[in-house]
């Protein structure tokens, strides 16, 4: 069972701090969309306005086409995964997976039976009589999982549930949460902190930043054409370089692709970025990916850094450094690169991937392949 | 340097001989002279005489013992489970965040730090006959008036609300300790659970208190066995002995007859009631967690 989430011009207030502001945003029939944002953003209020364990302040929220903001948490049709998985701690995982149907009057062998076939689906049979303290964190996750499935909830609600999970059980949950997906294809919300489990389990992102949706998109579109700074610098690993743009030469360069802008520390750039005649100039900046610089040999055209931390992930290097201005970059060398902290390399960057930002933070990208 | 660390040495129990002189001289010592002196025939003053279990054997054919601890077991059986449902009772009404539920949980704590004499004194006031509290309300409403503290049936009831009042914080406040170290998530995922108020308390939080309410009800089992100063100072054990409580019997035996031998007698079979009682209370309720 999936449904559609439409939630249209919600606000919340706690006394006088607004945590989040006018916020819509349509969800289809099972699609897998993560709120992706800094704590503090209200991502997490929003989920939990959408389970009914926040009131809404104004605005509205339907599932399926009815309306369910007025509804009590237990009858608007959603399960949801905690943090802390919120397990019963005095019931085993079969009455754990059972409370929730036995509170709506399910026939007990409809509920047996439920709890056989997603206890079978995750692997965990073996579980049924012990109590949770009796299990590991990850066996916990999935008997949460568990108590959701058993319900077939129009929606599914997670709240950052990888996050007490250790790196290697967390890259293997998420997995596991993507294959349960496909196989069930209910409509699934994930709040996270986290871009890695965002951009590996989303059909579509909410980039979530103080109080208000930042940009909505595929995991694709969110990196490659972030719509603000804050969602360049906030998605990817490591964040986005950024130099200031001291002066627009040419809105559009001589193959009239985009801009010929003059940046700090890098002097004449041709972005393949068209500008509008509005652009705001003041605080603007050109963006640059670390995968989108190389290192160059020592005589070539480029521009000099001068590395203070190396960082080896195997298959590349990352390089941090400062410019000949002061400003601070990364740059990706190969995995057998042999610079060492304190040199100075020669690097340069690829033109057409360059994000440049106006001085409200809003992005302008190289213009879309027709 | 780590071997230095790990060698038990003899002056290291130096550290705990402030604690052991206090413990052995004031429990252990008292406890064994007790079992020692209740095998004798012994006053305050003279000297003792090795007697066996002939004082076992007067105190269990004295019928004041008997009814003594009549009294006590109903006095017990009574108070424990009205001072467990109420403190429940309270501490879920009170266990929120308000200005009102923390003055009201001042308030309901506030009798437990009066004195056994101020209590009764407060109680004699609202119990005694003629102007008594109960005694002007009942003359307002044209009933007749009931001595409370002189007719028997009432007299163990009466001391009985005066304890439940005096005691009652304590639990109160054990119960909403307990209380807030339940995870509020797991109210959330009931909630999401679709469960009623009624599934939610005993479904969910009063199996996560359970361990409290066992605590609860054991101490205050050891506690209401040595019911006292409210018996003495309100009724005296009277009327005809039918609230005179075992400890009340002792302090008759030992301090008023001088029959020490007889009154450390009736205390170890106190103590081995009350040993009893608190053993069942947790082996029944601790079974009942298995099953």
């Known amino acids: 069972m999936s449904a559609t989430i439409d939630i249209n011009s919600v606000t919340k207030a706690y006394g006088a701090l607004t945590v989040l502001d006018d916020i819509s945003l349509s969800i289809e029939a099972g699609e897998f969309v993560v709120f992706l944002g800094p704590s503090g953003c209200g991502k997490s209020t929003l989920l939990r306005m959408i389970a009914g364990l926040e009131s809404v302040d104004k605005g509205t929220i339907h599932i399926g086409g009815e309306r369910i903001d007025t509804l009590p948490p237990g009858k608007r049709g959603v399960a949801m995964v905690f943090q802390t998985y919120a397990l019963y701690p005095h019931m085993t995982v079969a009455q754990n997976m059972a409370f929730g149907l036995e509170n709506l009057k399910v026939d007990k062998a409809e509920i047996d039976s439920r709890v056989q076939s997603a206890a079978e689906t995750l692997e965990m049979a073996h579980l049924l009589d012990r109590r949770p303290t009796k299990l590991s964190g990850g066996q916990r996750q999935r008997v949460a999982i568990g108590r959701a499935i058993v319900k077939e909830p129009k929606a599914f609600l997670f709240d950052e549930p990888l996050s007490n999970l250790d790196a290697a059980l967390r890259s293997r949950t998420r997995l596991e949460l993507a294959q349960l997906h496909q196989r069930l294809g209910s409509t699934m919300i994930f709040v996270t902190h986290d871009q890695v489990e965002a951009m590996t389990l989303a059909h579509r992102i909410v980039v979530m930043h103080d109080k208000k949706i930042e940009q909505i998109g595929t995991p694709m579109e969110i990196y490659q054409r972030p719509a603000t700074r804050f969602v360049a610098e906030f998605v990817g690993s490591p964040a986005m370089s950024m130099m200031p743009i001291t002066g627009i030469v040419s809105a559009q360069s001589s193959d009239q692709k985009g801009a010929t802008l003059e940046v700090e520390g890098a002097g004449m750039v041709a972005t393949q970025v068209p500008l509008p005649a509005s652009f705001a100039l003041d605080g603007a900046t050109m963006g640059v990916r670390s995968e989108d610089t190389h290192v160059v040999q020592p005589g070539a055209d480029g521009l000099n850094l001068t590395v203070t931390v190396v960082e080896r992930l195997g298959e590349r290097t990352l390089l941090y450094g400062k410019l000949d201005t002061g400003f601070e970059m990364i740059v990706e060398d190969s995995g057998r690169s042999t610079v060492r902290a304190g040199e100075t390399v020669k690097f340069d960057f690829d033109r057409s991937a360059l994000h440049v930002f106006d001085g409200t933070g809003r992005a302008y990208h190289m213009a879309e392949e027709a | ?291």
Do not use: H
Request: charged share 10%; with cysteine.
């Open chain 2, 1 to 291: 340097m780590a071997e230095s660390y790990r060698r038990s040495r003899w002056s290291n129990a130096l550290f705990i001989l402030p604690y052991m002189t206090v413990f052995l001289s004031l429990l252990v010592f008292p406890l064994f002279w007790g079992m020692w002196l209740s095998l004798n025939k012994s006053d305050l003053f003279g000297g003792a005489r090795f007697i066996g279990l002939k004082n076992y054997y007067r105190v269990f054919s004295d019928p004041v013992f008997g009814q003594a601890v009549w009294n006590t077991v109903i006095f017990v059986l009574v108070s424990v489970p009205t001072l467990v449902a109420l403190g429940l009772f309270l501490s879920l009404a009170l266990n929120k965040t308000t200005r009102a539920s923390s003055l009201l949980r001042g308030l309901f704590f506030s009798s437990t730090v009066l004195s056994v004499t101020i209590v009764t004194l407060i109680w004699r006031f609202v119990f005694i006959p003629g102007d008594g509290l109960l005694a002007l309300l009942f003359d307002k409403m044209g009933w007749e008036q009931i001595g409370f503290l002189s007719t028997e049936g009432w007299s163990l009831f009466s001391v009985g609300v005066a304890t439940v009042w005096w005691c009652l914080g304590l639990p109160m406040m054990l119960f909403l300790a307990a209380l807030q170290q339940i995870p509020s998530d797991l109210y959330e995922a009931a909630a999401l659970d679709n469960a009623s108020r009624w599934r939610v308390l005993t479904r969910i939080t009063l199996p996560s208190i359970k361990s409290t309410i066992v605590l609860v009800a054991i101490v205050q089992i050891v506690m209401q066995f040595q019911l006292f100063g409210q018996a003495q100072l309100m009724t005296n054990g009277g009327p005809a002995g039918s609230s005179r409580p075992i400890v009340l019997y002792i302090f008759d035996t030992s301090f008023i007859r001088w029959d020490v031998g007889m009154g450390t007698a009736a205390s170890e079979v106190l103590f081995l009631i009350i040993l009893l009682a608190a053993m069942v209370q947790y082996w029944v309720t601790s079974r009942k967690g298995e099953a």
